[in-house]
């Protein structure tokens, strides 16, 4: 079956600790997606790539990173750097033409301790 | 810039009650509509999409259609149930860059016996 995976759905880190969080597809699309979604608001956009080795940074990139070597990988880094982490993070994918839906993943639930 | 702007929630409602939520957006151009719907835990699912003006999409029961005279895309049940409890998104897609969604700030619907 096509999809995105995510993993792992609950990870812990202390503070001061970067970490990865993992997004792989196989739907063959060219564009991915992160965003961040805190309790009661809506999804805001971290980072996207419309290709591989290119990404652009969304509306909350400050204290994060990603890579895209792989089309079907979008690994994003959440560093010391972002003041406030935890957070459920959702990974998306789409075909990279206008007006189409992505699709997502199950998402991570990021605490830092 | 474009925006989405989603009635606040919660919404409780009996089961077999007839459902609205609210949904207006601000754009440039013709952008694609979507509803996006979220279960505790779990990434967003597309539950319906319209693409132009006066489109309605439709899934499982759900209606909404692409108003662009009042620029709004108002979700409707006819009988909601119990499993229908979840966050639903609003989003717009622009006419620009790949497929990028803004997403309203999600309502939350809680149905009861």
């Known amino acids: 079956d096509g999809g995105i995976t995510q993993s792992p759905k609950y990870l812990f880190r202390k503070e001061g600790q970067n970490v990865t969080l993992s997004c792989e597809q196989n739907?063959?699309?060219?564009?991915m997606y992160w965003y961040r979604q805190d309790p009661g608001q809506g999804l805001r956009l971290i980072y996207y790539?419309?290709?591989?080795?290119?990404?652009q940074k969304g509306d909350i990139a400050e204290g994060y990173s990603v890579s895209r070597e792989k089309k079907e990988s979008f690994p994003l880094t959440v560093t010391s750097a972002q003041k406030n982490p935890t957070a459920f993070y959702l990974c998306?994918?789409?075909?990279?033409?206008?007006?189409?839906?992505?699709?997502f993943g199950p998402g991570t639930r990021l605490t830092v301790l | 810039g474009n925006s989405v702007t989603q009635m606040e929630g919660p919404v409780t409602l009996s089961e077999e009650a007839f459902l609205t939520i609210n949904c207006t957006y601000t754009?440039?151009?013709?952008?694609?509509l979507f509803w996006y719907v979220q279960y505790p835990g779990e990434g967003l699912q597309l539950l319906l999409k319209?693409?132009?003006?006066?489109d309605k999409g439709s899934n499982k029961g759900f209606e909404a259609t692409y108003r662009k005279e009042t620029t709004s895309f108002h979700l409707e049940k006819g009988s909601v149930q119990v499993s229908d409890s979840a966050v639903y998104f609003c989003?717009?897609?622009?006419?620009?860059?790949?497929?990028?969604?803004?997403f309203g700030t999600g309502t939350r619907l809680q149905v009861t016996l």
């Open positions: 998306a994918s789409s075909i990279a033409e206008p007006n189409n839906e992505q699709f």
């Open positions: 739907l063959n699309h060219d564009a």
């Open positions: 790539s419309q290709i591989v080795n290119d990404f």
């Open positions: 754009a440039t151009g013709y952008p694609s």
């Open positions: 319209a693409t132009k003006a006066d």
């Open positions: 989003a717009l897609s622009g006419t620009g860059t790949a497929s990028k969604l803004t």
